[in-house]
Each structure stands twice: as structure tokens, then as C-alpha cells.
């Protein structure tokens, strides 16, 4: 019953499309710092001639306007070379330990652009102390919650190890901390600064201007974009509730129309599409709705390069989208992860203390979760059903590992396929 | 920033997309069932040649694959008269009253194709009870519950009236009913029967092959879409979470997808695409994830001719997509729907007895919101706080109420825009 698709003439869409299939994949490493910046700069300009018609490819020097959240160096510097534009998760960095991490990028992106993401939450129950340390933090996690945690492991066989930490290790999410990670970024040639949630600081988006690298912002509702946009953000990443990590209650269908609407008679200000976005597809989708680009973040777990861990990859696998569910089990704030044993335990369970505000959740999660997946590792198979991590409900859609550059290339397809079909769907 | 549209040539896209901006309003009455009847097969065969190439337009022999879902025959004959396809919702009917709503479709709808929506939910809680009927289960409803009810309508000024019903009016969603409104629907030319809650019972599906009508049925997750696919359906509404009315937890964005690739190997089924979907941008991106068209709702609720409340309208207008909440107190079962104290307090407040389960909550919320909504018409200020109704998480995208046929050009005009879009993005 579907019709066949009406072959085309070669317009100048048809060759763009072309070229986006064939996709350009060059990695060729580069030897010094001068050669690098020449090479970027030569990449922004090639861009400016093949790349997509979208704000943000003229903003960030790209090609097709992808951007992949990862914590993992690998994934940042693959999409970037393909054509997309990597975003380094710095949160759980020290500044010395970002700057290895960066200087690897820098040799192995290949001048390609690239960004990072701090996450500056702005409610945390440590709001207002100063210097508050890891370790001051372990001492206030009550006995109950430490209890819970550490008999719930014990059922499935594991023992709850301490991990030790230094003296002087600030918290989890410490504002100061992410100002730091922020000025050693500032050293290499970052293209982007993105915070995970809430209106970024002041200070950093002064950063932003200093340096003339533009300031992206996440977003769950019409509200906060409205207070970002006046903030003075640059981009803004718009996340629906399907989104892996923290996240609202909008989903992307709704969220991103919203506030687009919403911020047109302000100023204009592009938006990315977030929450859901697996394939090129889902991205036309998005852009087709008036978002700039895609910010993906899921998608990059099941990529050879990742950090995920074996196990957790066959789980993403065999998971359906009902199994990525919004808790506060992990972080203390209700951020999307694939359901488990643990999710039950703080969410479901009659018994359950409850789990505590940020940041103190995140100490107790830290330890149990390195508790977890090593045992799991080691083939303890009961505590495979307490594996968990961030992920959002695309994890359905996820059903094989690629490696990174590959998946642009299946996005960049797709997308190609959507615009095909879409006109296809209005031929005569 | 953002760069010109480039200007194309007059391709049979472009031409089919004018078509589709000048769109097509016929709304001549018709005398005779004969004269209906032809020109029902002439619209069709019109449709055939001027259609978008959806296998949904081939089905239903429509020109533009938006369903609408509503209510109010108004709008149904509205829609289909504009060149989408207007789906009654005839859950609340008897087979008497569904006959004369029918009886007037046919008058007003210039002979174009509209079909019929139930509701017989797989699980209820009267479910293998014979002949259940309203007066019956209203003895069922606990004390407990009647008093929360009367308390908090008379906190806000309100007297809580029983309207009386017939000692055989059966409860609510009762299947035997159902089949019964199909059977009546039958001597009309419907060319859809959809069951809005689970998978149709054998016997609907055997009645829509014997009358040579699709069945549709509405999904919230991928495995249900597994076993509608099994039980022989004919369309699929693939509803996300942002749906108004009953609704799932997985988004759209995600589900669509999901459900494609899922069914793809067993069956080619038409998917429709139905949660938060508002405008003709959203029912593109849906088209270009692979959607046959879009299932509509919550949008219809904003017309001249819906059956809303002047209130309920100016409450849509000021609402954001966060006021429409998942929630059990007005069925039993997790609807979307406007946020408001009745909601609250069946979800939030401490003292809250809980929802009973679908149908004897249904029992409760109907005395109880005719109450509400006349006290708030007779000018009773407090009792607005009280008003509410079914509606997606799309009402934030609310702020005008319009006519029907209106919606339905905006939605070609802005689906030929997205397409221009697209075109753009990938132009040299």
C-alpha cells in the first residue's frame, strides 16, 4: 500500500543529501599545537561551505549539527571527527585529571571542534557552605541511609567497600570545582561550555563572553528557558523528560515547540533538541519542529568506545523504553536510569529511608555502585540485577554496540532517508 | 545567523505542497443517502489522486493524514470536511444517542469518510460481572470516598448534586455497550472503528472485517503494540506520554520509533502518531520518524466548536505543558489531564483515600465535576480552581481557541513549511 518513492532530479538538495551520505570521516592526527589550530580553523571554514543550513553549524564550525554528550574522551573525539561535535561530561574531573583528558583530545581530534559540560546544579542542600570536602559529607549521611545500602548489597552478596577519597576532594557537583574545570578548558581550543542543569553562574557565562566560546544551557521546562534566555545563555540544549539523567516532565515533542515559541518574541537563540534522540531519523524529526540540532547523550553508551561496562551494555540491549525510569535513587534528584534493584530499593520499597538530597545521595550511590559493578564483574550474577546507570527511555531503540563514528554516519543517513521521505510523502 | 530559504523550482513536490497550503473546504449538505453515498466514492477517488502518499489516506480515503479525535460532532464533521479525518468518541453514548449523533454527521459532513472511538479497557475492575449497571456500582462507592468528595466540593463552596440515571443505564466503559455503539455505528458509512484502552475484544475486530472497516487501536508501549499487532489490527495509534486522557509513561519521540521497528519484522501495520501533537510541524516530525499520520486530540478541545467550558478554554490558554499531569483521580486508571485541586487532592494531600479503581472512580468524578463545572458557570469564583479535564501535555502550546476547520489548514500549511524546512537545511 506504501508507493513506491518519486525518483528525483539532482537539485542542489539532492547533492547535499549525497554528501551526507558519503560523510566525511578524515582523522588523520596532527602533529603540533600550531598545525592543530590551522587545521581548525580550515575545518570551520570547509564547514561553512558543505555544512547543514543550521545556526549551530556556523556557531560551533561543524558540518551536521550532532552533539554527543559523553564522558568518555574516545566518543568526543570521534564524533567530532565525523562530523558532528563531541561534548566532554567534566563533572567528575579534578582540574589536573580534565587536563589529561584534554590534551588526549586535542591529539587525537584531528583540529576538529569540540566542548565540555559542567554540571552547576541550583538547589543543593550544600548551597551556601564553602569548602565543603567529600570526606564532611560522608559524615553526614545518616546511619539508616548507610545501613540500608549496605544490607540491601549484602542480600545480593555484596559488600559495600568504602572507596577512599583525599582529604581536600570537594563534593560532588561543587560549583567552585566546575569554575576550575571550566578555566583549564579555556587552555585548549574549546568551542563550547555547556552546564547540565539550572542557569549557569554568572561567572561562567562571563567566561563564555571572555573567551568568545558560546554558552549552552539544559533545559526541562518553558520556565527555566525563559530565565536562561534572560540569563544571556547562547544555546539552549531543550531536554525532554525522556531524557537520561536529570530531567523535567515535558517530553521532547511538546518541550521543544514550547519554548521555541516561547522565546522567538525575546531573542533568538538556538535550540537543541534533547531527550530520546537515537537516530537521524528522531533528529529530522526534531529540526523539522524548528530545533537547530540535536544534543544526544544515550545514543554514545552503546558505542565501542564508551565507558559502560559489558554488563551494562547487554542490559541496554535487552531493555525496553518502560525500563528507563525517572528516581531520585542515584543523585537525589529525580534524573532518568535504567530501572534495577536499586531504583526499586529507594523508590518502591515500603522500607525504603528515602532517598537524600543532592549531593549527599551521590556519596552513598558512589561507593554502592563501585561495589556493585565490581562484583558483577567479578561474576557475582545476582548483582547484575542491581546494575544500573544514567540512560534515557531511547535505550529501547538501542539493540547493538557500533562504534562511534559509525553512529554519526547511520544518524547522518537517516537523516538524508527522512528528508527523502518527507518529500516523497508531497510528490505527485 | 539563520540563512535565507533557497528558493526552488517548481518540482511535483512543490506543487503538491501549494495544494496543500490552498487546501480544500468543501462543505455543500447532501440531500439523499444515495447522493452521500456517491459522493463519499467520489471524495475518495479524488483523494486517490490528490492524497499524500500515506498508506492512512489510501486506507481511510483521505487527502491529509490527521485524525481528530473528539466528543463533539461539530468537530469531527469540521475535520473531515477539511480534509483530515474526524473520529468520534462514543464511550459516553447510548446506542439512542450515538444514533442521532450519527444522523447528524451524516447531514453535515459532505459526504467525507469519519469513524468511531470506544473505550473498553482490558482490565476493570467489574471485569466477568454481567449486566453491571451505574445505580449499582454507585452503592459500591465507600463512604469514606463520598465524604472526601462532598468535604472538598464544599471547602470550595460547592454543592456536590447525584444526577440521576435510569436503573438500566449500564456503568461506565461497559464492553457489552461498546459493541453495542458499533453495531448502531454500522448502518452509517463509518470507514474506522478504534478502541481507545488495550486491545479490542475478538468480537470488535471480527465486526470491523465483516463490514470491511480498519480496526485501530491505541498503544502506550511497545509490547502492547506486539500483542494489537497479533490480535489482527488494522492501524496502530502509537500514544506517548504527553497524551491527555489515559496515556503511558513512554514519550512519543521514543515510542514511535519503537513501535516501527518492533512490529516491522511481523507485520506491515500503519502507525499513527498520536501524544502532544498539536500543530502541523509536530505531525511532520512525526511523519519523518516514520509515521503513516497523526492521531489528534487535546488541539480539538480549542476550537469554536468543542464541548469545552468557556473556564476549562481560558484555563487551557493560561496553562503550560507542565499543569497537564498523569493522574488517577478522575478514572482510576493514569489519565493526563488539566492539574487542579481535584487532582491534587486525590494525589497529593496526605488525607487523600485514593483513587478507587476504574469504573467506580468514574462513578465519583462525574457527579462530582457536574457539580464543579455548573457552580463555576453560575460565576462561583473558587470552584474554577476545581475545573478540569482530559488534555495532553500539548496544551501549553494553547493560546487561542479557533475553529476546526481552521486547525486543519494551519496543520497543511505547516506541514508544507517543515517539508521547506528540511529542503532548506540540506540546500547548497
Chains 1, 2 share one sequence.
Not at 251 to 259: D, F, I, K
Not at 326 to 343: D, I
Request: proline share 5%; charged share 25%.
Amino acid at each position: 500500500m506504501i508507493r513506491p518513492m518519486v525518483v528525483q532530479h539532482a537539485t542542489p538538495a539532492r547533492k547535499m543529501l549525497a554528501q551526507i551520505r558519503r560523510g566525511i570521516t578524515g582523522n588523520e592526527g596532527l602533529a603540533s599545537n600550531g598545525a592543530r589550530k590551522a587545521k581548525q580553523e580550515e575545518n570551520v571554514k570547509a564547514a561553512g561551505r558543505e555544512n547543514m543550513k543550521s545556526p549551530i553549524c556556523d556557531m560551533l564550525g561543524i558540518e551536521f549539527p550532532l552533539l554527543a554528550f559523553s564522558h568518555c574522551r574516545d566518543v568526543v573525539a570521534a564524533v567530532s571527527r565525523a562530523g558532528g561535535f563531541g561534548v566532554l561530561g567534566a563533572t567528575a574531573h579534578t582540574p589536573d585529571t580534565l587536563e589529561r583528558e584534554l590534551k588526549w583530545i586535542d591529539d587525537h581530534i584531528d583540529g576538529k571542534p569540540y566542548g565540555i559540560d559542567v554540571l552547576i546544579p541550583e538547589n543543593i542542600s550544600t548551597s551556601g557552605e564553602k569548602n565543603v570536602t567529600w570526606k564532611s559529607l560522608e559524615a553526614r549521611v545518616p546511619a539508616e541511609h548507610r545501613k540500608y545500602t549496605s544490607d540491601l548489597l549484602k542480600k545480593y552478596d555484596i559488600e559495600l567497600t568504602t572507596t577512599d577519597v583525599t582529604d581536600d576532594r570537594p563534593q560532588p557537583f561543587d560549583a567552585e570545582t566546575a569554575l576550575e574545570l571550566l578555566e583549564v578548558s579555556f587552555n585548549h581550543p574549546i568551542r563550547l561550555i555547556a552546564n547540565a542543569l539550572g542557569v549557569p553562574p554568572k561567572a561562567m557565562i562571563e567566561m563564555g563572553k571572555r573567551h568568545k566560546v558560546p554558552v549552552a544551557a539544559l533545559v526541562g521546562a518553558k520556565e527555566h528557558a525563559l530565565r536562561q534566555v534572560a540569563a544571556g545563555v547562547d544555546i539552549l540544549v531543550v531536554q525532554g523528560t525522556e531524557a537520561g539523567g536529570h530531567c523535567g516532565e515535558v517530553s521532547t515533542m511538546v518541550l521543544v515547540p514550547e519554548v521555541i515559541k516561547a522565546i522567538k518574541p525575546i531573542r533568538d537563540v538556538p535550540v537543541l533538541a534533547a531527550g530520546g534522540i537515537m537516530t537521524g531519523r528522531q533528529m529530522a524529526a526534531c529540526m523539522a519542529m524548528g530545533a537547530a540540532g540535536a544534543w544526544t547523550g544515550s545514543v554514545w553508551l552503546a558505542t565501542v568506545e564508551s565507558e559502560t561496562s559489558e554488563i551494562f551494555r547487554e542490559k541496554m540491549i535487552a531493555a525496553s523504553s518502560r525500563d528507563a525510569i525517572r528516581s531520585k535513587g542515584r543523585t537525589g534528584k529525580p534524573a532518568r536510569q535504567l530501572r534495577s534493584v536499586w531504583t526499586d530499593a529507594w523508590d518502591r520499597a515500603p522500607e525504603s529511608p528515602g532517598a537524600l538530597p543532592m549531593p549527599l545521595q551521590s556519596i552513598i550511590s558512589r561507593d554502592a555502585f563501585n561495589s556493585i559493578d565490581r562484583a558483577a564483574a567479578a561474576g557475582n550474577t545476582r548483582a547484575r540485577d542491581l546494575v544500573s546507570y544514567f540512560v534515557g527511555q531511547g535505550v529501547g531503540l538501542i539493540d547493538s554496540v557500533k562504534s562511534a563514528g559509525a553512529v554519526v554516519q547511520e544518524f547522518k543517513e537517516e537523516f538524508a532517508e527522512a528528508v527523502e521521505h518527507m518529500n516523497a510523502l508531497v510528490a505527485e
